[in-house]
């Protein structure tokens, strides 16, 4: 016979659907499919061809499917043929029996996992097949057995490669079979599963108890329960479960037993297949970190917004709705490049390019940008962003974009150890240093804070001219979540009293607007904040050094994590919180009991966890500030 002879598997169902279903979940075996609507037609395919496998949904109109199977089984030409009963309602163990009884060799129940109907239908495809091949050769052997020893050579040669395209056939699809003999105590498995776990029964004396061992301790009575449920109650079942491969790897597995009993109704062995679920786990847990992980960044974004709305001021409603968008927009114009990246990097030019779109119209001439290829990591990116637009925003409203003949010049380069931006308006109307500092300059030195980056402005006559440096350290390869760092994710913890009321906070925080935004809060109900600081050894050296009441730590500092500065805190009796945007996971255990605040940040929740009337430390140390150079020029 043909090794690649094709068998006919034949799925009756009165529902085109589920008949297509059932199609497209086995086309990739390869095999002829032969599709009937009634029993009739089923009928008339058995007629017409011999059939490897019967697949019935058990609620037809005209006739069910336990009928159907029991007219099949009746036919001398089908004693031998697979049935696999289908069903979503009739789940029930007498259902299972009388599926069995009927003639059934398989019970499937709906929703239908796809990898196990297809290898349950190849399975009995290939012993089908294995059965057709066993028949021929035998045929062969009794004509020539007299005369030709070499044919009965030649057959045995084909089964061992029929044996072989088994054995493959389970290897390519991750399963192997196991048999545990209950009176022997005696436990094997087909080759295929050695190969998937690592080991053979032999290397554990082939016990039950010496497979038991192997399972991972934690699915243990889960896999104890199929087995026992198995022997007592002859009943079928699967689980997953895990096991331990020697070298210390885990390896899931989907498992299905089934019990065999003697001609007297005792159980003789419990036997089933293994699919290695592995690589399905795996994925789950990914998509798991990658939803997790989007929560936090969402909830960042969420919190670097409200700070936006809190700080943003403005005489009218009006003004202040087009200030906030204004800066809503630009935020999110430097995450729609970072989503094109995946999070990998922005380009500099371009980054400059989407921010002064919307102020182009018309004006292209008046802005000249000229500057290298850069690449920005994703905790720059937006910060660098807020510069530009609120550099740009001051353009439009006083200065050089507010006249018809003005001119902005945009410049960068590398000089030295750091990266240098100019920024030098002309044409317009003379710069005036402000008498306060708004949020437009807040922005601008809150973001360059976190790069330990400085900026000068230089009010002159003919416009506005703006330096700023950011030390080339911060282009370098930087850590994100997800990037084979340790996974912070913390759970809502209850907040706790912090017993102080003034003194002097520690802020660890590498978003600009949220830290900004915690430091006015704090300011607010009388409190010196040092910080926000966004780097962990600068934080580090804060908590050993300075005289403090209480600390915030933002528990993931672009990739880092904030448990050193925590510890230093501890070892000082100084009381602290953690910051997050995560909500799920588990924090360290040596750290369950801090209380922690979650983004966006709830300025009540802040405020009542901050402000209480019994003081630990009350000391005045001046606040850490980045160099912010203001300058007045006059020519």
């Not at 500099?348 to 500057?371: C, H, I, W, Y």
Request: aromatic share 6%; with cysteine.
């Amino acid at each position: 016979m043909d090794p690649v002879h094709k068998v006919n598997i034949l799925l009756v169902d009165d529902q085109p659907g589920k008949l297509l279903s059932y199609q497209v979940i086995l086309e990739e075996l390869g095999e002829n499919l032969l599709v009937a609507n009634s029993a009739q037609e089923a009928f008339d395919h058995l007629n017409r061809a011999d059939i490897a496998v019967v697949l019935v949904d058990v609620f037809m109109p005209d006739l069910d499917g336990f009928e159907l199977a029991r007219m099949i089984r009746e036919h001398p030409r089908f004693q031998r043929t697979a049935i696999i009963l289908i069903s979503a309602v009739l789940l029930t163990d007498v259902d299972f029996l009388r599926g069995y009884q009927h003639g059934a060799v398989d019970y499937i129940s709906v929703p239908v996992i796809p990898e196990i109907l297809r290898a349950k239908v190849k399975v009995f495809a290939d012993l089908y097949r294995k059965t057709q091949q066993l028949e021929q050769f035998n045929q062969q052997l009794e004509q020539r057995v007299a005369e030709r020893t070499a044919a009965l050579q030649s057959s045995t040669a084909a089964l061992r490669k029929s044996e072989e395209r088994l054995r493959l056939a389970l290897d390519a699809a991750q399963m192997g079979w196991w048999d545990y003999d209950v009176a022997a105590n005696r436990v094997t498995w087909s080759p295929s599963l050695v190969r998937i776990m690592g080991f053979s029964p032999e290397s554990f004396g082939a016990t039950f108890e010496g497979a038991l061992d192997h399972v991972h301790p934690e699915d243990r009575q889960k896999f104890l329960g199929l087995v026992r449920q198995g022997i007592s109650e002859g009943r079928d079942g699967t689980c997953e479960i895990r096991f331990v491969r020697p070298d210390g790897s885990v390896r899931w597995s989907l498992a299905a037993g089934q019990v065999i009993r003697d001609a007297g109704g005792g159980v003789t062995h419990f036997v089933g297949v293994d699919l290695d679920i592995t690589e399905r786990k795996q994925a789950e847990d990914r998509q798991g970190l990658l939803l997790r992980e989007l929560d936090h960044r969402a909830k960042n974004l969420l919190a670097v917004i409200q700070s936006i709305v809190r700080l943003s001021r403005a005489p009218t409603i009006g003004e202040f709705v087009a200030a906030v968008e204004g800066r809503i927009l630009a935020l999110s114009r430097a995450h729609t490049l970072l989503s094109e990246t995946r999070w990998a990097s922005v380009d500099l030019k371009r980054l400059v390019d989407e921010e002064m779109a919307p102020f182009t119209s018309g004006q292209q001439a008046n802005l000249v940008v000229d500057g290298p290829p850069i690449a920005l990591t994703p905790a720059m990116a937006q910060p660098v962003a807020m510069v530009l637009h609120e550099l740009l925003t001051n353009a439009v409203k006083y200065g050089a974009l507010s006249v018809p003949h003005g001119r902005i010049n945009l410049d960068w380069a590398f000089e030295g150890d750091s990266l240098v931006l100019r920024w030098i308006e002309s044409g317009g109307p003379p710069a005036k240093a402000p008498k306060k500092s708004g949020f437009g300059i807040s922005v601008i030195s809150a973001s360059l804070q976190n790069f330990s980056g400085n900026v000068i402005f230089e009010w002159r006559p003919d416009g506005l001219r703006c330096d700023i440096r950011i030390p080339r350290g911060n282009f370098g390869a930087r850590k994100f979540p997800g990037s084979g760092q340790e996974e912070i994710v913390l759970s809502n913890a209850v907040a706790k009293s912090i017993p102080i009321d003034g003194g002097t906070i520690l802020l660890l925080e590498d978003e600009a607007l949220v830290g900004a935004l915690i430091k006015d809060l704090l300011s607010g109900i009388g409190y010196t904040v040092i910080g926000p600081i966004s780097e962990i050894g600068l934080g580090t050296a804060a908590a050993r050094d300075k005289e403090l009441s209480a600390a915030i730590l933002d528990i993931n500092l672009d990739g880092a994590l904030s448990y050193p500065v925590a510890e230093i805190l501890t070892k000082r009796q100084i009381p602290f919180v953690f910051l997050t945007g995560y909500n799920t996971g588990a924090i360290d255990p040596s750290y369950a009991h801090i209380p922690v605040l979650q983004k966006p940040i709830d300025a009540d929740a802040l405020k009542a966890l901050f402000h209480r009337v019994d003081p630990v430390l009350s000391v005045t140390e001046p606040e850490i500030q980045i160099p912010i150079l203001v300058q007045s020029a006059r020519s």
